[in-house]
């Protein structure tokens, strides 16, 4: 018997350090070259910015767009946006947790200090306290004591290491998701900015339809009184005119909420923001964007990479449950000092002492430990092809947003060129409804092409601003506060 406690004593010593469960494995780029399907092109139409593959986006992309006014708008989102504090402050959490799991592996230290008076039940031993002492009872006596203990777990099969290991994957994990928040701030405060814009030029634009149309009401009018013209034809264009007017009210609520949600993303009230007259010529389209190679994607997204972090803490917690099964040996040792009086209480000869080792074996825990280590295994499955995943939507994003490039560009130009013609067409209604060679409802259809053909050029420009940005953001890697 003892020298089959030897030997397990042995081989556990033997065994110190080493690690129970998988090792994690960093996955391997993905053999993905390109984006986009083979024989795809992404021509641009001239003016349109291009892709150009390389290292990526710069850490501070939005200054791309040459604005420093929406410069200044994302530092500010960088200090004050209280999502960000909260992210901030997780990730300290975290990283605290990892020199509190770390410190369960060093020798645990105590130390205690006890001031007594007690009463001895001597009729408990056996003794009758009448015959005892010159005044008989129980005798009462004070009892200082100090003392101190220290214990170390030998950490036989790597469980408390593994513990350690996860709580720095899951510290990973958290300042990657810190960085991934930083970046959305940023891609959020661009494409609200855009926003505000779009909305400032959609106002712009309906007001100058609104003189339009005023002056088509006065040229009715004017028809109507010569004789040459209706009072239905009159009645009809001031009907337009006042549906017109009706879209000012939205645009300006449009405007509002989405200033509103502006100052919301710097951290500030609405009422602190300051000046955001922006406009859609505020911002320089870039002639290039800078595009991660996939291959070097998946090393820099953040999104990605807190995926990765998440499998290692996932491996390594199948290593924590692992060592769960097997025996663990502590050695320690505690030391007591008790006296009398606080006079003698670090006299040798009050002292006392204790060296001890022990082993825990897991014998019998209804399956629970098993079960525990079943579920971390599948923990890790999960994590794994949460990866895999969290990597296709980002191939599957970036493809969208390149292929955006050329399409948003040419799109831009189709608008224009439907501008172009739509104002021709509506100066040739008008003065034909002027001399007489057309009716008034010409002149209100080719108002209403002019209308659309002016809010899609403005919309289309305005998504090829946000869809670049978003291409900043998708390919960009982690921003955090410096």
């Given amino acids: 018997m003892r020298h089959s406690l030897f030997l397990a004593l042995t081989s556990g010593l033997m065994l110190a350090g080493c690690s129970a469960g998988p090792d994690f494995v960093r996955p391997a780029s993905p053999p993905t070259h390109d984006y986009i399907a083979p024989g795809a ?15 990526g986006p710069a850490l501070r992309w939005w200054e791309s767009f040459g604005s420093p006014e929406l410069n200044a708008l994302v530092d500010r989102a960088m200090t004050n946006n209280q999502s960000l504090a909260a992210s901030n402050a997780t990730l300290l959490q975290a990283q605290a947790r990892i020199a509190a799991v770390a410190g369960a592996r ?32 129980n005798p009462i006596f004070n009892l200082y004591s100090v003392g101190g203990g220290i214990s170390y777990d030998l950490d036989l099969f790597g469980g408390k290491k593994r513990a350690v290991e996860q709580a ?3 510290a990973e994990a958290q300042a990657r998701e810190t960085e991934a928040a930083h970046l959305v701030i940023a891609g959020r405060v661009v494409n609200q900015v855009l926003a505000i814009a779009a909305t400032r030029a959609r106002i712009e634009t309906t007001t100058a339809l609104l003189a339009e149309d005023q002056r088509t009401v006065d040229l009715t009018d004017a028809r109507r ?3 040459k013209g209706t009072m239905v034809e009159l009645l009809s264009v001031q009907s337009q005119l006042a549906n017109d007017r009706g879209e000012l009210p939205q645009l300006d609520q449009q405007l509002a909420e989405a200033r509103n949600m502006l100052a919301v993303l710097v951290g500030v009230a ?20 800078p595009v991660t190679l996939p291959s070097e994607l998946v090393h820099k997204r953040p999104d990605i990479l807190q995926a990765e972090a998440e499998l290692h803490a996932a491996t390594a917690g199948v290593g924590v449950a692992t060592a769960r099964l097997y025996p663990s040996i502590t050695l320690g040792a505690t030391i007591e000092q008790g006296a009398p009086n606080v006079g003698h209480i670090l006299d040798s000869g009050f002292r006392a002492f204790d060296i001890f080792g022990g082993i825990t074996a897991p014998i019998f825990h209804g399956g629970t430990l098993k079960a525990e280590r079943r579920g971390a295994q599948a923990g890790m499955q999960v994590a794994a092809a949460t990866y895999r995943q969290t990597v296709i939507e980002a191939f599957g994003q970036v493809a969208d947003l390149l292929h955006s490039l050329n399409n948003d560009a040419r799109t831009v130009d189709n608008q224009r060129e439907a501008l172009d013609v739509a104002e021709r067409s509506l100066n040739l209604s008008r003065k034909s409804f002027q001399v007489g060679n057309s009716g008034i409802l010409q002149v209100l259809d080719s108002n209403r092409l002019y209308q659309r053909a002016t809010s899609s050029l403005v919309e289309a420009r305005a998504r090829q601003l946000r869809n670049v940005a978003r291409l900043y953001v998708a390919t960009a890697g982690g921003w955090a506060a410096q």
């Avoid at 609405?270 to 964007?289: Q, R, W």
């Fill in 106 to 137: 060093l020798p645990q230290v105590d130390a205690h200090a006890r001031a007594e008076r007690e009463e001895v039940n001597l009729a408990g031993f056996g003794f009758d306290p009448a015959g005892i002492g010159s005044t008989g009872g």
């Fill in 225 to 227: 009184r010569a004789g």
């Fill in 168 to 170: 720095v994957a899951k």
């Fill in 41 to 55: 092109t992404l021509q641009t139409s001239p003016g349109g910015p291009v892709a150009q593959p390389g290292e």
């Fill in 270 to 289: 609405p009422s602190d923001l300051g000046s955001t007259d922006f406009t859609l010529a505020s911002f320089t389209l870039p002639a290039s964007v």
